[in-house]
C-alpha cells in the first residue's frame, strides 16, 4: 500500500507547492507595481516651457517637481559679466559655458543651495544683490547673473535642472 501512495503524495506535495507558488506571484506582482510612480507624478517628471514672450531682461519662474525654477533671457551685459569673471573669484568655481546651453538664457532651480529659501531677484523690482542676480535674504547670499555664489554661507551653485531646447523658443525641462 505505501508503495502505491508514494508517487500520488510527490504529485500532491508538488501540485500544493505549485499552486501556493503561483498565489504568491499573483499577490507579489500588484504589490510590487503599486510602488511606481502614479501617472500624475509622472507628467510632472518634464515641462515645457515657450520662451516667446520673454523679452531680454525679463524673468520667469516656473513650478517643476514642486520647485521653482528661474528662466532668464539675458541681457548682452549680463552675459558679459557672467564670461568675464575669475574663477579665482567664485567660491564653486564654475565657467559660465557650461552652466547654459544658448547663452541669452539661463535657466537655474530658484532654491539657495544654504537653506532651501527662494532667493529674490525674478521680479524688476527685486533686489539683485551685489552681483546683479539672485540675493537670498534669509542668510545673505548673493548669486551673479549666472547664477553662482558670489557671497554669503551658501556653499553650491544653483543648481541647473535638465533641460533640452525643442525649438529657438521652447525647452523641456526634465
Same mark, same amino acid.
Request: proline share 7%; glycine share 10%.
Given at each position: ?9 510527490? =504529485? %500532491? #506535495?508538488?501540485? +500544493?507547492? /505549485? ?50 525654477? =528661474? %528662466? #532668464?533671457?539675458? +541681457?548682452? /551685459? ?47 523690482t527685486d533686489v539683485k544683490g551685489d552681483f546683479g542676480g ?41
Amino acid at each position: 500500500m505505501s508503495e502505491q501512495n508514494t508517487p500520488r503524495r510527490d =504529485f %500532491i #506535495k508538488l501540485a +500544493t507547492m /505549485t499552486l501556493g507558488g503561483v498565489g504568491a506571484a499573483s499577490l507579489a506582482i500588484p504589490f510590487i507595481t503599486s510602488m511606481n510612480p502614479g501617472k500624475d507624478t509622472l507628467a510632472l517628471a518634464s515641462t515645457e516651457i515657450d520662451l516667446s514672450p520673454l523679452k531680454e531682461g525679463q524673468s520667469l519662474t516656473v513650478i517643476w517637481r514642486g520647485k521653482p525654477v =528661474f %528662466i #532668464k533671457h539675458r +541681457t548682452s /551685459t549680463e552675459i558679459e559679466e557672467a564670461k568675464n569673471v575669475s574663477m579665482e573669484d567664485l567660491k564653486d568655481a564654475e565657467d559660465d559655458s557650461k552652466r547654459v546651453q544658448d547663452s541669452k538664457w539661463l535657466v537655474v532651480l530658484g532654491v539657495c543651495t544654504h537653506l532651501g529659501c527662494v532667493p529674490l531677484g525674478q521680479k524688476t523690482t527685486d533686489v539683485k544683490g551685489d552681483f546683479g542676480g539672485w540675493f537670498c535674504p534669509c542668510h545673505g547670499s548673493h548669486y551673479d547673473t549666472s547664477g553662482r555664489i558670489r557671497k554669503g554661507p551658501a556653499p553650491k551653485n544653483l543648481p541647473v535642472p535638465p533641460y533640452v531646447f525643442l525649438t529657438e523658443s521652447k525647452i523641456k525641462i526634465g
